[in-house]
């Protein structure tokens, strides 16, 4: 087998690369090389893929023959099946590399394509890993070395991990390829990056090689094709020398292609559901309403929003805690001056619900026919709502017609990734789309209904439907009032792993911050390194308390997290070290109109920790003039050239660092606000 490419279709190649896109480093831009055998590789600096070929539904496509065109571009290679053909166009834009796939002379789909399988992965010692939404898990890990010589018979060596919406290689230089396909209206895309160990000797005692692969393909699930034309969304590789920086070009690569419009203010809002849980009301709201006016001056929340308010699939009923419906309750919160904020789930169905009583043919079913149950409660079940049954779909756009009627402006949906249900493992009342379609039919339906104009928060959702969609998604899992019992530990793992994309493709939402006293098992440390955490990240900022009965310091350190309407973010200097290896988190925000930064060191683990941290590392300065930072508070540390970081568990400490010897203005927030109820609040 050989690899041909003459010399100058390689130059010519190279050059309309590096003219396209300066912003790469020279030699690390992606290149194909066709193969006459009908593989290909892919280099990127001192990453490669190589061997790469098709493949469907797990296996190597099985070919008659293949015929391969080169091009200054890359080339085309055609996959002559037993029946029909497989056809890869290799190319680049103006800053990646391109892999396209077309599938003719098939009626019916595939379960999965992949245009790129069992790849050949050299030069990295990471990769980065994306869940396919909400609590992930995401991050950059390490390629685990592997044991030369073992013992056991049951050593875990061999690895799978499934990446969706991104994938990253990284050298131990930090050089990055990164992948994702732009467009997901119609397949679920999936990256799978795995090994192959063989082994030699009684027990398999000695190591002969550990490889590891990539494949990244589509869900294209069996769906009829009428054309018998099956064209996949494009692939696209993209390299630098930094992992964030890279990631985040590629998050903007894709909120270019979906037309993301990030142009409402950052969302800074109050959500029943940490205060009352199920057993918000009327009367509760009022009271919370009533003590909202007595803060001088006001907190400028922009939302208020209720939350898990009736047996699920009701959405419009009336209850005990709601006796008129909610259109009195969002009148209330308008007059108050809030957005009225209301929270769905748009595929949930309780068994007690008069939507299931009446009608019980609407909840999804698998392919035996049994009603898909998520929940089980005492008493009743939660299911699934079939939204390709007509009247299921329409009864949806009701509710959303009617709630913005009412006058809701901001809309939290939660469970979304229910509605994300494979179309070869349930039984619909309309089959034929592929479970990537009929989500984007609800979501599209519901921003119709409630109008761009509307602020939209997604929850426990895929990521890469929502895109172009949603103002806003949730990342990562609840933070209850006890750091032990709830989901700390995720909301910083994933918000730090999805901040590449965060005021890219959407705002991120870290979930709420506690800054109250009552009904909290959280310690003064663990209190502000989730507040200080959540607020210079530059994603939403949310709580469950109530104003009225937070302590004086307490409210300072809410309206310090409040954020400004720009859409800006905080850099993760050390994102490329993987997240596991990391003792103490850094995030560092950026003040351009003050030539200075806020630096924020968090100890998220159960132990103690002290590391030293360079200024040139945080900054890109040799040194600058330090003060700590708190809500109107700082102490100036005079010029340094470096930090010692000395944390216990759960505690954080915060900097402001400039070449100007001027401290923080007292009335300065972490997102570079100006709050003058900062200094003279109560």
Partial sequence: ???????????????????????????????????????????????????????????????????????????????????????????????????????????????????????????????????????????????????????????????????????????????????????????????????????????????????????????????????????????????????????????????????????????????????????????????????????????PITAVQIDDYCNYGDWLGKNENWPNTLKPAFEMIRQAGYKPGIWVGPFMVDTRSKLYKNHPDWVLRDKDGKEIVHWEREGYNVLQLDSSHPEAFEYLRTVFKTLCSWGATYYKTDFMDWGLADSTKVKRARPGKTSIRYFIDVVDMIREEIGDESFWLGCISPFPPMIGRVDAVRVANDVHWSWSQGGTGNMFQESFADQYFNNVLFANDPDVLYVREYNCELTEDEIYSIALWDGILGGTVNTSDRFDKIPADRLKLWRFTQPTKKHNIAHLPFFSKPYADQRILVAVRQYPDRNAWGVLFVNPSDQSATETYQIKDLIEKPSAFCFTWLPAQNKPLGKLSSFTIDLKPHASILYYVSPNDTPPPSDMTLSGLTVPALSDSR
């Fill in 1 to 299: 087998m050989t690899c041909t490419k003459p010399l100058f279709l390689r130059i010519v190649s190279i050059i309309a690369l590096l003219i396209s896109n300066t912003t790469f480093a020279v030699g690390k831009v992606p290149t194909w090389t066709l193969c006459n055998d009908g593989s290909f590789d892919l280099k990127a600096g001192s990453l490669t893929l190589t061997g790469c070929y098709p493949a469907i539904d797990g296996h190597s496509v099985f070919a008659k023959s293949v015929t391969v065109k080169e091009a200054p571009e890359g080339g085309q290679i055609t996959y002559h099946l037993i029946k029909g053909e497989l056809i890869l166009q290799f190319s680049h834009d103006k800053n990646s590399a391109v892999l396209s796939a077309k599938l003719k002379g098939f009626n019916i789909a595939p379960h999965w394509i992949y245009p790129l399988a069992q790849s050949k992965v050299a030069g990295a010692d990471r990769y980065f890993k994306q869940g396919i939404g909400f609590a992930g898990p995401s991050g950059i890990r390490k390629i685990k070395d592997p044991v030369i010589r073992r013992e056991s018979r049951t050593a875990d060596e061999t690895m799978s991990f499934d990446s969706y919406l991104s994938f990253a290689l990284i050298s131990p230089d930090d050089t990055t390829l990164a992948l994702a396909a732009y467009k997901h209206s119609n397949y679920l895309q999936r990256t799978t990056f795995y090994n192959r160990q063989y082994r030699y000797g009684l027990i398999d005692r000695w190591l002969d090689s550990d490889t590891w692969f990539v494949e990244a393909g589509f869900a294209t699930e069996n769906i009829a094709v009428p054309t018998s034309i099956l064209k996949l969304p494009d692939l696209h590789f993209v390299t630098g020398t930094k992992p964030f920086d890279t990631m985040r070009h590629l998050a903007k690569n894709i909120a270019k292609a979906n037309s993301v419009k990030l142009d409402k203010p950052t969302s800074y809002h109050w959500c029943s559901w940490y205060d009352a849980e199920k057993n918000f009301s009327i009367d509760k709201l009022e009271t919370f309403l009533a003590g909202l006016k007595t803060i001088d001056p006001p907190t």
